[in-house]
């Protein structure tokens, strides 16, 4: 294993290690907007045939009443997944710590596991008086590690990272923001689509089943509808699958499963599931909750939620559309009117070539 400064042809190498141990983009936009932007950074990465690891350090001030301190900020440091829990990150750290130190830095800052870094000498940056600039961050995760204690003697106050922080930060909490509403946006567009497939049928067909292996709409229903109140229900803090539901009843229908009932439990499963994605706000995105006993963070809750109920919704419009036949009602654009459905989400029409009729020869 090789611990050697970054060079210009590893970029997009870093780039891809540090979207796989962050599992999103920002991290990687951070390093690429600070590798244009600031000329006194130190990075690193970790190569054995190719780049597995990457660290960075960018500078940090401490201005206190008497004097303003340059140090430097550990962040972002990643590994690849596969690779993880080999000690990369620690010989990452190490090598980053001990080039700092010949340099001179006084103080080396990170938020980070309060587990993980003082076995590097770094302890929590209250006990020295230093505070984070950002809200929230707990006690413990805020640490410095003190390369000069002369140089730090008296010093106290808030450390500022460079503005590029808060700047890629508030980028990814409006991507974020607009994740949970989208998320809700989509869902309501499920319920209507299946709405209006159902409103498509007589009863008759909504508890038809085409053979006696196939799931009536009915039966799709009330699925939907109890595996909604299992999930949503106490989201955020109880397990997705609740000790008191019947899975297999799910799938059965008797005398009280009329029509109205029917949509009854259908409208509650689905008011539970936009109340608690209404009830979530950025933060609750880091989450881990869990399904059936298994860690899942919330954002994968979420997705594997739209994509079980999407899937549903998908049969439940192709049996109505079965049952409807000719007198079926498109849901989307109808057969062989592309043309004239040709537009932009604002609603005007895009700039689309007319069909051109040829002659013969």
């Given at each position: 294993m090789t ?7 590893d ?9 796989l ?14 590798r ?6 130190l990075s ?5 045939d190719a ?5 960075l ?12 301190v ?15 829990r080999?000690?990369?990150?620690s ?5 980053g ?9 006084p103080?080396v ?8 870094y ?17 809200d929230?961050?707990p006690?413990a ?11 730090m ?18 980028e990814g ?16 567009k ?13 009863d ?8 006696p292996e196939?799931n009536?709409?009915?039966v ?15 989201f955020l ?6 000790p008191?539901?019947d899975r297999?009843?799910e ?5 009280a ?6 949509f009854?439990?259908w ?18 995105l ?7 006993g ?5 954002i ?9 109920y999407?899937?549903h919704v998908?049969?439940?419009?192709l049996l109505?559309?079965?049952?409807a036949?000719s007198n079926?009602?498109?849901?989307s654009?109808?057969r062989?009117k592309s ?13 689309v070539e ?8």
């Amino acid at each position: 294993m090789t611990i050697r400064p970054e060079r210009s042809e590893d970029a997009s190498r870093v780039r891809h290690v540090n979207e796989l141990a962050f599992g999103q983009p920002m991290e990687a936009d951070l390093v690429e907007r600070l590798r244009q932007t600031c000329a006194d950074s130190l990075s690193l990465v970790a190569e054995e045939d190719a780049v597995v690891g990457h660290i960075l350090f960018t500078p940090v001030v401490i201005e206190s009443a008497e004097r303003r301190v340059l140090g430097m900020g550990l962040a972002p440091m990643a590994v690849l997944p596969g690779r993880q829990r080999q000690g990369i990150g620690s010989q990452l750290v190490r090598r980053g710590l001990d080039i700092l130190r010949e340099r001179g830095c006084p103080f080396v800052v990170v938020v980070g596991h309060p587990e993980y870094y003082p076995r590097f000498g770094f302890e929590p940056a209250s006990t020295h008086r230093l505070a984070s600039q950002w809200d929230g961050v707990p006690d413990a995760a805020f640490m410095v590690l003190i390369l000069d204690a002369h140089a730090m003697a008296g010093v106290s106050g808030v450390a500022k990272y460079r503005d590029e922080f808060s700047e890629v930060a508030l980028e990814g909490e409006m991507i974020e923001r607009q994740y949970l509403e989208d998320c809700l946006l989509q869902l309501r567009k499920l319920k209507e689509q299946a709405e209006k497939a159902i409103g498509q049928i007589g009863d008759e067909h909504v508890f038809a089943a085409l053979d006696p292996e196939a799931n009536s709409i009915a039966v799709i229903m009330k699925h939907m509808a109890g595996n909604m109140r299992s999930r949503w229900t106490d989201f955020l803090t109880s397990d997705g699958e609740k000790p008191d539901r019947d899975r297999d009843r799910e799938f059965e229908l008797d005398s009280a499963d009329t029509r109205a009932n029917i949509f009854s439990v259908w409208n509650d499963g689905w008011s539970r599931a936009f109340q608690a994605l209404s009830s979530l706000n950025v933060e609750d995105l880091g989450k881990t909750i869990r399904i059936r006993g298994e860690d899942h963070s919330v954002i994968e809750a979420i997705n594997r939620q739209m994509t079980h109920y999407a899937a549903h919704v998908g049969q439940i419009v192709l049996l109505a559309k079965h049952y409807a036949g000719s007198n079926w009602q498109s849901l989307s654009i109808p057969r062989g009117k592309s043309k004239e459905f040709d537009v932009a989400k604002s609603g005007a029409a895009y700039d689309v070539e007319p069909d051109v009729k040829r002659s013969g020869a």
